[in-house]
C-alpha cells in the first residue's frame, strides 16, 4: 500500500478488498487536503468519475426489466429531439454508438459544462465519429444522454433516481452527488518536481450519467460484491449478468473489453469486471471477480497514475490467492422430479459428448470435455417437454424432449441439434427410417 502511494507519487491511496459481501481489507495512507495535513481515513470521500457509468447501466437496466424501454430502442424513442436519435442504448451503454467523446466544445478547458436544454440543443454540432457498432470508442457524451434517459423514462430527475432506487436500498450512505466531509481534495502532482497544484471542483451541468458521484472504498466494495451477487428486490440477478456479457472489444489484444456499462480486463483465464474512473485530481478503479466474488478498490486524489489498472488487478489477484472463497461442504439435494431423470446422463451429437445433471433443483448441460470452471448451460422449464437455455452455451436456444409412446425419452434436439445416447452421424435417423429411435 504505501509502496504504491509512494512509487505512483500519490497524495493520498485508499483500498479495500472484499470478499462474498463482507469487506475483509481496507487502508488509507496520505493526505486528503495538503495544505491543511489532514490524513485520509477508510471512510475519506472521493470522486469516483466513470464508475458512475456502472450506476447509470444498473438504472436503465431496472427501466428495461420493469417493460418501460428495451436496449434495443433508438435514442430517439426516449428524446425525440435530439441529434444523432439512431444510436440503440444497448450501443451507448457499450460505447459503440459512434458518437464524439464529449459534448461539442471545449469544456475541458473552459470547464463550463452545458445544461440539459444546453446539452440536448448541441448535438446537432455533434459528430458521429464512427459508423455505430463498427468499433469500440469511449463516449461520456452518449452516458449524459443515458441520464436524460433515465430521468425522462423514470419521470424522476436521474441524480434523485440514483440514490433512490440503488444507493439508498444497498445502503450506500457514504456515495453522494457532490462531496461529502471528509473528503479528499484533487490535485495535479508536478512532474519535475513533488509540489502539487489543486484541481478545480467541478460541476457538471447537463452531464452526469457518464460522472459526478463521490464515494468511499466502504461503499465501492459494498457495490462490487453487489454487482457480483446481485439483491434481487434491487436488479434481477440475469441482468446482472447480462451486464457482463461482452459487446464489444476495447483492446485489440482481448486484454479489455465491454459490457453494458461495464468493463472487463482478462488476465490469464481470469476476467474481471468493474470500471475505473479519471477526473481533474482523482482516479478510482473497481474491480472483481464474479466467480470468486472477490474484488479490490483503489481511490486516490491524483490527476496522473499510470499504473492504476495493472496495481487494481495485482490487488485482486493478491486477494483471490490468500483470500480464495470459503469452500461449502457438499451436502444432498432433494432428488429430481420424475419427468426430469430420463434426461440425465450422457448424450452424443455431432461427436460432441454432453453431460444432462440436474443441481440446485435446475436442468443443466455441459461439454463432457470442457474444463470444470466452465459455466454449463442451464435450462428454464417452458411447457411440456421443452425448456429454454437461459444462460451459458446456446443461451436462448430451446431444448425439446421427444418420448415413445410408453413415455420413455427417445430423443433431444437442442438448438434444433439431435442428441442420441450413442454416438451418430447426423442425418442417420433420415437415412435408415426403419431403424426407429436409438
Known amino acids: 500500500m504505501l509502496e504504491a502511494q509512494s512509487a505512483g507519487r500519490l497524495p493520498s491511496l485508499s483500498a479495500a478488498v472484499f470478499r462474498a459481501g463482507e469487506l475483509v481489507w481496507s487502508d488509507a495512507v496520505g493526505l486528503g487536503d495538503v495544505e491543511q495535513r489532514i490524513e485520509v481515513t477508510a471512510d475519506t470521500q472521493y470522486a469516483v468519475a466513470s464508475i458512475t457509468k456502472t450506476f447509470t447501466a444498473a438504472a436503465l437496466l431496472q427501466l428495461r426489466d420493469e417493460g418501460k424501454l428495451d436496449l434495443e430502442d433508438p435514442l430517439s424513442r426516449h428524446l425525440p429531439e435530439a441529434a444523432h436519435g439512431t444510436p440503440t442504448l444497448r450501443r451507448m451503454l457499450s460505447h459503440a454508438s459512434g458518437l464524439q467523446r464529449e459534448p461539442p466544445g471545449e ?176 482516479l478510482s478503479i473497481l474491480l472483481y471477480s464474479r466467480r470468486e466474488r472477490i474484488g479490490a478498490v483503489l481511490l486516490a486524489n491524483t490527476s496522473r497514475w499510470a499504473k492504476l489498472s495493472a496495481t487494481g488487478l495485482d490487488l485482486a489477484e493478491a486477494a483471490l490467492e490468500e483470500r480464495p472463497p470459503e469452500l461449502e461442504p457438499w451436502a444432498p439435494e432433494e432428488p429430481p422430479p420424475d419427468e426430469i431423470l430420463p434426461l440425465l446422463g450422457r448424450w452424443w451429437s455431432e461427436g460432441d459428448e454432453v453431460i444432462f445433471s440436474w443441481r440446485r433443483g435446475t436442468l443443466e448441460a455441459r461439454l463432457a470435455a470442457a474444463p470444470p470452471e466452465r459455466e454449463p448451460s442451464v435450462f428454464e422449464p417452458e411447457g411440456e417437454d421443452r425448456f429454454r437455455t437461459v444462460s451459458g452455451r446456446e443461451r436462448g436456444e430451446l431444448l425439446r424432449v421427444v418420448r415413445d409412446d410408453a413415455g420413455g425419452v427417445v430423443r433431444l434436439y437442442w438448438a434444433t441439434y439431435p442428441f442420441t445416447r450413442a454416438p451418430e452421424i447426423l442425418g442417420a435417423q433420415a437415412q435408415n427410417p426403419g431403424r426407429g429411435p436409438p
Open 107 to 282: 469544456i475541458w478547458e473552459t470547464l463550463e459544462f452545458p445544461d440539459e436544454e444546453e446539452l440536448l440543443r448541441g448535438l446537432e454540432e455533434a459528430e458521429q465519429v464512427v459508423p455505430p457498432a463498427a468499433a469500440w470508442h469511449y463516449s461520456n457524451l452518449a452516458y449524459a444522454l443515458l441520464g436524460h434517459v433515465v430521468a425522462r423514462v423514470s419521470g424522476v430527475p436521474f441524480r434523485d433516481y440514483i440514490q433512490e432506487r440503488l444507493a439508498g436500498p444497498l445502503g450506500l450512505e457514504r456515495t453522494t452527488w457532490g462531496p461529502t466531509p471528509p473528503a479528499a481534495l484533487p490535485y495535479f502532482v508536478e512532474p519535475y518536481s513533488d509540489a502539487v497544484r489543486r484541481e478545480p471542483e467541478l460541476e457538471l451541468g447537463g452531464k452526469g450519467g457518464e460522472s459526478g458521484l463521490y464515494s468511499t472504498v466502504g461503499d465501492l466494495a459494498r457495490w462490487g460484491a453487489f454487482l457480483c451477487d446481485p439483491d434481487e428486490s434491487v436488479l434481477a440477478g440475469s441482468s446482472v449478468s447480462e451486464m457482463h456479457d461482452l459487446q464489444v472489444m476495447a483492446e485489440a489484444d482481448w486484454t479489455l473489453g465491454w459490457g453494458l456499462g461495464i468493463e472487463l480486463w482478462r488476465r490469464g483465464e481470469r476476467i474481471f469486471g468493474g470500471h475505473t474512473g479519471g477526473f481533474p485530481g482523482f
